[in-house]
Structure formats: structure tokens, C-alpha cells
């Protein structure tokens, strides 16, 4: 079954220290890969996505994400945490030649807890 | 231009009352979501629309569930008899149509709360 992996529920990290949520993936075919985020009290917001071409992709407020075919993983990074990133943060799949299916995979969130 | 609205923002309801949550998509957005998230949990997709197709309607967790979506715009999603374990923040979410590659934008979400 094709699926989304965070394998971390919580992930904690100081502030300035560099940061990785991680996200696998299960699916068949080359996936359009994204990372959304969702801070206290506020609604879901989109960080970036990668479609094709050069692997590492940079998104909003700094982050970006190394897509890794071999290892089927899109997992998302900054190089130093602000206290402000503390949010839950959300992978999701879609498939790009799915038809009329255009519902997107979603992993469980990881909830990240930058302590300063 | 005005994001993805959501009303109301709470809602208090009584089990085995019927209730209404509307959405107001970002204005040429074709596509809308519903999705519902309990709390510490992830999203659950509900139902998608896409233009004047058929509605993918495959997450809906029973027939007490149902939406529409009315000239292409706004949608309701009604809940009929709620229950206990309807309880949940609902959240919609809107998309251009043109390509799957689309990212999806969120509205606040509706919070639901079945007593």
C-alpha cells in the first residue's frame, strides 16, 4: 500500500542547532513531494515541494527539503532552528499520474520543539 | 486577496444533532478538500472536489457525512446525527486545478465539539 512515514513523532532541538524532520515515503512512480506546517492556534500552511528537476528545494522561512530517490526519502532541514519553528510539521505524496485521483498521502506530523 | 475562510469557528452541538460547516475557497481555485484532524492527530481526508466532476467522496467515514459544493465555489459539509467521536477540528483547503502539482491552502478549520 502506498504510504508516508514520519518516523518521528517529536523532534527536539536547541536553538541555532541545525534541524531535520525526516519523511519516508512508499509509492510507485516518481511522486510530487511536499512539506506543509501548522503552528499553534493557526491553520496549515505550505513550506515547499519538490515536482522535478534539482533535488534540494528551498521553501519558506528558511527550510529546505533533499529529495533522495535511492533512499525514497524527502526529508526537510534548516541549518539553524529559531524558537518560532516550533510547530508541527507535515509530509504529504502525490501521485503525478494518478488520473482523477488527486488526493494527496499524508504522514502523521511530527511535532517540532525548538527550546532556546 | 482573501485566503480560504471557514465558518463557524467553533461549534458546540448536542450528539444526534445534524450540523453545517461551510467553506469559502480562494476565489479560481477549482479544487477543495475537506479533512478532519483529532487532536494529536494527522489529517483524515474526507472528500475532494475538482471543478464539475464527480466529487471523490472515498474518505468519508460513513453515510452521516455528506458535502456539496455549490457553483464551483463555496461547499458545505454537513454531518447528520452527530456522535461523540465526530469531534474533531475540520479543515478545508483549496488548490488551482491545472496541474497535481499544486500546493493546497488551509483554512482556519472549523472545531468541532459533540457532546
Known amino acids: 500500500a502506498q504510504s508516508v512515514a514520519q518516523p518521528e513523532d517529536q523532534v527536539n532541538v536547541a536553538e541555532g542547532n541545525p534541524l531535520t524532520v525526516k519523511c519516508t515515503y512508499s509509492v510507485s512512480g516518481n511522486p510530487y513531494l511536499f512539506w506543509y506546517v501548522q503552528y499553534p492556534n493557526r491553520g496549515l500552511q505550505f513550506l515547499l515541494k519538490y515536482i522535478t528537476g534539482d533535488n534540494l528545494v528551498k521553501g519558506s522561512y528558511g527550510f529546505e527539503a533533499e529529495f533522495n530517490k535511492s533512499q525514497t526519502s524527502f526529508h526537510l532541514k534548516k541549518p539553524s532552528a529559531l524558537v518560532s519553528d516550533s510547530a508541527l510539521y507535515f509530509c504529504a505524496v502525490r501521485l503525478p499520474n494518478a488520473g482523477n485521483n488527486r488526493k494527496l498521502i499524508w504522514g502523521l506530523g511530527t511535532s517540532l520543539a525548538v527550546n532556546p | 486577496g482573501a485566503g480560504v475562510s471557514q465558518s463557524p469557528s467553533n461549534k458546540v452541538t448536542e450528539k444526534g444533532k445534524d450540523v453545517e460547516l461551510r467553506c469559502d475557497p480562494i476565489s479560481g481555485h477549482t479544487a477543495l478538500y475537506w479533512y478532519r484532524q483529532s487532536l494529536g492527530q494527522g489529517l483524515e481526508f474526507l472528500i475532494y472536489?475538482?471543478?464539475?466532476?464527480?466529487?471523490?467522496k472515498s474518505g468519508l467515514p460513513s453515510d452521516r457525512f455528506s458535502a456539496e459544493r455549490t457553483g464551483g465555489s463555496v461547499s458545505t459539509l454537513t454531518i447528520q446525527r452527530t456522535q461523540q467521536e465526530d469531534s474533531a477540528v475540520y479543515l478545508c483547503a483549496s488548490s488551482l486545478r491545472a496541474g497535481s502539482y499544486n500546493e493546497q491552502f488551509f483554512g482556519p478549520g472549523t472545531r468541532l465539539t459533540v457532546l
Open positions: 472536489f475538482q471543478g464539475n466532476s464527480a466529487p471523490d
